[in-house]
């Protein structure tokens, strides 16, 4: 009883800590949405904020050129040794900074001198100095390995790239999709005619770009260190046949960035590239000269990792003030420009989406998965050319319920936002559109504040901040 009284007490304080953040606002479906719905354009399932595949599939194509281009004997080990890539590229950390990798090392010097009592290693007995500081250098080593991630580049020979492609290729392929998809729905006119990408791996983000943008690209321009991945994704687009034209016009391989100024594209992509890069200096040097050679979109994309989080966060805070002086702005997935709500609310959670893909059925069974990113685009031009860049996005899964859907969002107001959709309260069209919504689409609607007293409203008319 005494903890049933305890748990009640707490719920009521939650509940009064709501009620002074909840504000009173209006809920305006568009207007250009809500004449549609009414001419019967289009239903609500297929509003413009939605971006729903279903499960996506590599590419038939891709899938038979993989078949050919593998030894059929190497199969099982390519998936058991994708699989484990693939944990270990998810749990990969960000690499510390030589500065914090000093710090920490001196602070556990200084420890152990202190079990030893003594204040500094020159204190360190006579003949045998040199050998207590290799004994002791040892035990520092030891301890910091011990209590951090020990970060190593990946270095992607023949085998680890095939491992790569059976490990990694079906996810990266569905996130970039979804993603891409995205830029195609909502700017139609967009016809990019060159693509790069930084980072390419086995190229799936060349076989997203020509689902959508085939008839248009004419340059794709792939860079990635690794000389064996890009010759697995060359082999790949020649339908695993070396000696077979590649399908697609004018497609070049580097292993470094191109050094003139002059280069530009209209789409970069930089898809789970950022943690294979050493040091902040390195990630910020790299985004610029992306930035710089940009001439319409940039997309980033990591693992919906804390870890991916926190790097796709540093690339928007960057690129943010980037764009602010070269005429750009952040075109997704943020209704904002504001201080990322997610990193302020600093509750251990990342801002992170999810695509659902069918796995790579070459020496397995096909399934359903789901692969959950982070990611971020930039786009040159003005943010004012887009009327619908106030629509607030669904930032987790949509709870529907029988008369009412909650929809928990990121408003243009810079913060973490649950909107309640009633049947009874709003239109037939809103309340439509708020139930066929999910993570990661928007809602076709304007959040107006009301100036009245919040605290004589109904729960369905009320905006609370997450």
Known sequence: MLHFKGALLLRNVFRLVQVRSWSSFSVHLDD????????ELYKPKNHPGRVNLGPIEIPERIRKAIKTAMDQSQIPQLVDEGEKLDRHLFARRIPLEQKEIYTQKKSIEKEILKNVGVQRVSDLAGDDNSRAKESLKYEVLRIYYQRNYNWKPIVYDEFRSRTHLFGRADKEYAAVLKVLSEIAKRDPQFQPHSFFDFGAGVGTGTWAVSELWKKSVYEYFLVDQSGQMNDLAELILRDGNDQKAVSLRNVFYRQFLPASDEFKSHLILSAFTLNELPDLKTRLDTLLTLWKKCDGYMVLIENGTNTGFKLIEEAREFLTQQANR????????????????????????????????????????PKDEIIRYSYVVFKKGSRDDDPTMNWPRLVRPTQVRTRHTRCKLCTHRGKLEELVVTKGKHSKNTYGCARKSDWGDRMPVEIVENECDSTDKSDDEKLVEM
Not at 32 to 39: A, P, R, V
Not at 329 to 345: G, N
């Open 32 to 39: 250009k949405i809500n004449k549609d719905l009414e001419e």
């Open 326 to 365: 070269q005429s750009g702005y952040l075109f997704a997935p943020c209704p904002h420009e504001m201080a990322c709500p997610r990193v302020l609310k600093d509750d251990g959670t990342p801002c992170n989406f999810s695509a659902r893909y069918r796995s790579l059925d070459i020496g397995q069974r």
